[in-house]
């Protein structure tokens, strides 16, 4: 597709399950990056990858998010154990380059919402 | 990254200009400023951006002061469809985007 592709769109979870969101960045897309919007607030960052390497992970909430990004085109964040603070939309982003200034311009998908019972 | 002001919520009449405000008066001189936005239920969408001078793209205006302490979106003709959430960033667009609480805004018919 043209798009930023997320899936699955919904994911209902019972608390301490694992659960698993695919995103398929723009093809060719360097840059792609994770956020979690909590209901009413704005996206908050949550790692950054460039290519297959993950240059910055510091927004991840606790250990039991994990990103990968192993061939440096599809990404999957990871939640371990999921709590019900972590019910969210999960919304990916990609970007042409390795910095967006060129652009300026971050390509997002429509999100993965998660709630957790 | 420069933390950013912007008003919770506006109104602006369908057909009228929507002129959205930003402060960003601790802006560095190789940060830029970003405009996203963000209809319900879709990701954010890019909007425009600039460092010093104006800039007019398809979709909006944005005017930067000459002391790049503040900023202002205008959408010339907003319809119904411009509702949302307009997110104002300052950036060196080097590092990931932090988005703020953004201003709300809604267009009435």
């Known amino acids: 597709g043209a798009g930023v592709s997320q899936s699955p769109r919904y994911k209902v979870a019972k608390r301490g399950q694992d659960v698993a969101l695919r995103c398929d960045p723009i093809?060719?897309?360097?840059?792609l990056f994770w956020y979690q919007q909590a209901l009413g607030q704005g996206p908050e960052f949550l790692t950054y990858?460039?290519?297959?390497?993950?240059?910055?992970k510091s927004g991840l909430p606790s250990d039991r998010f994990f990103a990968e990004r192993p061939e440096g085109s599809v990404s999957t964040l990871k939640i371990q154990r999921t709590q019900q603070e972590d019910s969210a939309v999960y919304l990916c982003?990609?970007?042409?380059?390795?910095?967006?200034?060129?652009?300026?311009?971050?390509?997002f998908g429509e999100g993965s919402r998660l709630t957790v019972l | 990254d420069a933390k950013t002001t912007q008003p919770p919520s506006m109104d602006c009449a369908e057909g009228r200009a929507a002129n959205l405000p930003c402060n960003h008066s601790t802006i560095s001189g190789n940060e830029y400023v970003y405009w996203y936005r963000q209809i319900h239920s879709q990701g954010p969408q890019y909007i425009i951006h600039?460092?010093?001078n104006n800039e007019t793209n398809e979709m909006a205006s944005l005017i930067i002061t000459e002391d790049r302490k503040s900023s202002t979106l205008i959408l010339p003709h907003a319809t119904l469809r411009d509702t949302a959430v307009y997110y104002c960033i300052v950036n060196t667009g080097r590092r990931a985007l932090t988005f703020g609480s953004g201003t709300r805004l809604q267009v009435q018919p």
């Open positions: 093809s060719g897309h360097v840059s």
């Open positions: 990858f460039q290519n297959e390497a993950q240059l910055d």
């Open positions: 982003a990609s970007s042409l380059g390795g910095r967006i200034t060129n652009t300026g311009e971050l390509f």
């Open positions: 600039g460092l010093k």
